[in-house]
């Protein structure tokens, strides 16, 4: 394990934390600037989950994935599972993909979008199944799903090419 590997090993459990509660914070303010009925749910802790998953082994973020979806879980929804559940699966096949595709910047922006269309789904059909919400389709693409992609494809626009810096992507 190198150096710059073993500091991130130690460092990622606050950095995941953090880009958690600023996730939120980024999602509360989009939503105090725009009153209109709709959900801008931010990904800053998928996007470093990401990132991670070329600098980090397996086991050891897969398993982080879950503590950190279990935190996500008490903090924002007061339901236990559903982050808990759906990060250590998205992070399971990010390292899958990975392993076939090349990482440049548009395959890892294209990716993002899939991995924030798949946690999004994931949340919306868990909360539907467990009858924690009552959303019909329609609603789901446009009031949730659509702000959610152009909010998150604002922020990987942004931070991909210093997020590739800072992990060591693609070198």
């Known amino acids: ?78 339901v236990i599972g559903i982050n808990l559940i759906l990060l250590p699966l998205i992070v399971l096949v990010m390292y899958a993909l990975f392993e076939h595709v090349y990482p440049n910047t548009f395959t890892l922006i294209m990716s993002f979008i899939v991995f924030v269309t798949t946690l999004s789904v994931g949340r919306v059909l868990m909360l539907t199944i467990f009858k924690l919400t009552h959303t019909t389709i329609l609603d789901f693409f446009a009031r949730t799903l659509a702000p959610t992609l152009l909010v998150n494809i604002i922020l990987i626009s942004v931070l991909v090419i210093p997020l590739k810096r800072m992990f060591n992507v693609g070198k």
Do not use: W
């Open 1 to 78: 394990m190198t150096v710059k590997r073993k500091k991130l090993s130690y460092g990622l459990p606050f950095i995941l934390f953090f880009m958690m509660l600023i996730d939120g914070h980024i999602s509360s303010a989009i939503l105090g600037i725009f009153s209109v009925p709709m959900d801008f749910t931010s990904n800053l802790l998928l996007l470093f989950l990401m990132f991670a998953t070329f600098q980090m082994e397996k086991n050891y973020l897969v398993i982080f994935s879950g503590v950190i979806g279990l935190l996500y879980d008490s903090y924002f929804y007061n």
